[in-house]
């Protein structure tokens, strides 16, 4: 399984229109994209809304199946994701998901805890920490393995995650 996961783009449509565009079996926005929910720029992605989308017709969460995992999509904000994952993590719990894809606090990463995948793609356009512009590719075969690129589509940063 191959996903896409972006977040964070604050009005940049063509970061949108790239990162949308590569092969994958799903393509996700967590939020703040500042578009209209019905703008044909996400028409192909499952997307939440974010702290800076005004458009009521966003969700709040997505959960769907892609190729046997169950994957939540939030924005982060409503999860107090730049203090804890916690809330987050009993919300994975409540929907039973595999993997959980949320942005909101510009930082790149990805762990496994109790077996949930939480996987932070930054932002495509105004990233913290002083780290690159960055979209997630969520690979799921045998082991989950997330790798970071940046708007050029190079690796920033692989994360496998192994079985202890």
Same mark, same amino acid.
């Given at each position: 399984? +191959? &996903?896409?996961?972006?977040?964070?783009?604050?009005? $940049?449509?063509?970061?949108?229109?790239?990162?949308?565009?590569?092969?994958?079996?799903?393509?996700?926005?967590?939020? $703040?994209?500042?578009?209209?929910?019905?703008?044909?720029?996400?028409?192909?992605?499952?997307? @939440?809304?974010?702290?800076?989308?005004?458009?009521?017709?966003?969700? *709040?969460? @997505? %959960?769907?199946?892609?190729?046997?995992?169950?994957? &939540?999509?939030?924005?982060?904000? !409503?999860?107090? %994701? +730049?203090?804890?994952?916690?809330?987050?993590?009993?919300?994975?719990?409540?929907?039973?998901?595999?993997?959980? &894809?949320?942005?909101?606090?510009?930082?790149?990463?990805?762990?496994?805890?109790?077996?949930? &995948?939480?996987?932070?793609?930054?932002?495509?356009?105004?990233?913290? *920490?002083?780290?690159?512009? =960055?979209?997630?590719? %969520?690979?799921?075969? !045998? =082991?989950?393995? %997330?790798?970071? +690129?940046?708007? $050029?589509?190079?690796? @920033?940063?692989?994360?496998?995650?192994?079985?202890?």
């Amino acid at each position: 399984m +191959k &996903l896409i996961v972006m977040s964070d783009n604050h009005g $940049d449509k063509e970061t949108v229109k790239a990162v949308s565009s590569l092969p994958a079996d799903a393509h996700f926005h967590c939020g $703040d994209s500042e578009f209209p929910y019905d703008d044909e720029t996400l028409s192909s992605m499952f997307r @939440v809304g974010g702290n800076c989308d005004i458009d009521s017709k966003y969700p *709040g969460e @997505v %959960v769907t199946e892609i190729k046997g995992k169950m994957i &939540l999509a939030v924005h982060g904000h !409503e999860h107090n %994701v +730049k203090s804890s994952l916690m809330e987050l993590y009993y919300r994975a719990k409540e929907k039973a998901a595999d993997i959980v &894809l949320f942005g909101h606090s510009h930082l790149y990463g990805a762990e496994m805890k109790d077996g949930i &995948l939480f996987v932070n793609p930054g932002s495509t356009l105004l990233p913290r *920490g002083g780290n690159s512009a =960055t979209y997630a590719v %969520v690979e799921w075969d !045998e =082991t989950p393995v %997330v790798t970071f +690129k940046n708007m $050029d589509h190079e690796v @920033v940063e692989t994360v496998e995650i192994k079985k202890i």
